[in-house]
């Protein structure tokens, strides 16, 4: 049933709406996600079909704890503005330069372009929805193309919006988009927030705005005051932060400073208190390393370089320490699922062998006596045999013929899938303990498949080694 979206709207959305009287839209947490969700909104009621309920979703453990859809029931999963795919969504569209995770034989359109919205507003909906400067702005914030259209980094800071009667009004919408995503920015934490936007709020920049102050008020958010004074003093106290370093036109950054206080963080800070640098490397205490030029700088060095070729070349100098190390399976699936539970979407294997991709190999290549790994590289593909290989597979089969309890039979690459997820993805609990579970499978499988899986939260773990598994006939 799933659906792709074509250049003149989502193909056969009649019979969609014969499918689904209602829907669902899961959203990235900024403002071309949230826009893209309304504009969403807007074209799936057009066409009968009624948004019921909205999710944000954000890269990293947020991802995987959002809550299974089931496109089998009678609300649509939709999900919009974002690169990592999911097998149980009815329509997804995105415009970054790649995806991830997205089945085979689901069908999409991902059209590269400045903003999400830009393509549900202007080339789905068969009427604009989005008014085209209210578009023009969304872009211009989503790529950070601010020096071509004369925006300063105070006018993306600021969080008050005054009608400058000597400004032609294209800048002024501009302005009030600048404010609005400032003020989506400063509560985009707070519960319900985001989702209350794509609920109440129409195609229109304006509506969006006038919907925050209403909220602000209702809720007792921080008020602009509070907002700009918090704001300026982070910029004040980043001015003298240790962790600052100027190294020729680089700014040089560990950490966020101090952000508590609402409305205190902004991106771009490092270039407002150094307008004239024209490159930032931001190193976060998790791990995360960013670097970005400065947008509102016209003439700079190296002016259309990508930052992507030299991330690849800096990396190489490091190639062989970062290949000593080895990250444990189940590390990553602890960590993606920290805030996951019972009724979550999950880390599967699919997950990470669409994000990892073929560094998966390196897991086979140190773990080759965990069979259900091969079983798992097996079912996606990875290797192509060679003579030579299944010269040597023969020979071990035939080593292994006196004991059946070995082997493992399916009726296709379905069956062997599932029961990847089952043995390398069990849920990793909070406390250590085996789990054993009985497997009923159809067809081909004469035998019942136990399994036993031992979890082991790296946390708690001495050795932070791959969990042993095994696999058996009884």
């Known amino acids: 049933m799933r659906k792709i979206i074509s250049e003149s709207g989502i193909r056969n959305i009649k019979e969609l709406s014969d499918r689904y009287k209602k829907a669902k839209i899961y959203f990235h947490m900024d403002l071309d996600g949230v826009t893209t969700a309304i504009a969403m909104k807007k074209y799936l009621e057009d066409n009968g079909i009624r948004v019921v309920d909205s999710e944000l979703i954000q890269y990293g453990d947020k991802e995987w704890s959002i809550k299974k859809p089931d496109a089998s029931g009678e609300i649509m999963p939709v999900l919009v503005d974002f690169a990592h795919g999911k097998p149980m969504f009815v329509i997804h569209t995105d ?9 085979k034989e689901t069908s999409t ?3 590269p372009s400045r903003s999400n919205v830009e393509t549900i507003s202007q080339v789905v909906s068969p009427k604009e929805l989005f008014p085209n400067n209210d578009i023009s702005l969304i872009s211009t914030v989503d790529s950070a193309n601010f020096a071509s259209n004369d925006i300063s980094v105070e006018e993306v800071m600021t969080y008050a919006f005054k009608l400058d009667k000597d400004e032609a009004l294209r800048k002024n919408k501009f302005l009030l988009g600048l404010v609005t995503n400032k003020l989506l920015l400063a509560f985009k934490n707070k519960p319900g ?10 195609p229109s920049l304006l509506n969006i705005y006038l919907t925050i ?13 509070d907002l700009e004074k918090n704001r300026d003093k982070y910029i004040k106290d980043m001015s003298k932060n240790q962790k600052v370093e100027i190294i020729g036109n680089i700014i040089s950054q560990y950490g966020g400073g101090y952000m508590v206080p609402q409305g205190s963080f902004d991106r771009y ?6 307008p004239e640098a024209d490159f930032l490397v931001m190193a976060w205490p998790n791990g995360l390393l960013q670097a970005s030029c400065n947008p509102f700088k016209k003439e700079r060095e190296l002016k259309g370089v990508n930052l992507g070729e030299i991330a690849e070349e800096v990396l190489s100098n490091y190639e062989s320490e970062l290949k000593s190390k080895k990250i444990p399976l189940s590390t990553i699936k602890w960590i993606s699922e920290l805030k996951a539970n019972d009724n979550s979407v999950g880390f599967t294997f699919k997950d990470f062998a669409a994000i990892y991709g073929e560094k998966i190999l390196d897991i086979y290549h140190t773990y080759t006596e965990q069979k259900p790994y091969k079983i798992a590289l097996d079912a996606l593909g990875y290797f192509e045999e060679d003579d030579d290989d299944k010269d040597e597979e023969d020979e071990e089969d035939e080593e292994d013929e ?6 493992i039979y399916y009726d296709n690459k379905e069956d062997e899938y599932e029961l990847i997820d089952e043995v390398m993805f069990n849920p990793i609990y909070p406390d250590f303990y085996v789990k054993t579970k009985k497997y009923e499978k159809a067809g081909g499988l004469k035998n019942n498949i136990y399994v036993s899986h031992m979890a082991l939260p790296p946390s708690r773990s001495s050795s932070r ?8 006939s009884k």
Do not use: W, Y
């Not at 927030?193 to 129409?202: P, Q």
């Not at 102050?213 to 005051?225: A, H, N, P, V």
């Not at 800070?269 to 150094?274: D, I, K, Q, S, V």
């Open 402 to 407: 006196d004991d059946e309890d070995d082997d």
């Open 269 to 274: 800070t490092p270039f407002r208190n150094n």
């Open 193 to 202: 927030f985001l989702e209350t936007l794509v609920m109440e709020c129409s």
């Open 109 to 111: 359109n991902f059209r």
């Open 95 to 103: 415009h970054h330069d790649r995806q991830a995770g997205v089945e």
């Open 213 to 225: 102050r209403k909220i602000m008020r209702e809720k007792g958010f921080s008020g602009i005051k």
């Open 465 to 472: 080694s791959l969990s042993r598994s095994s696999v058996k």
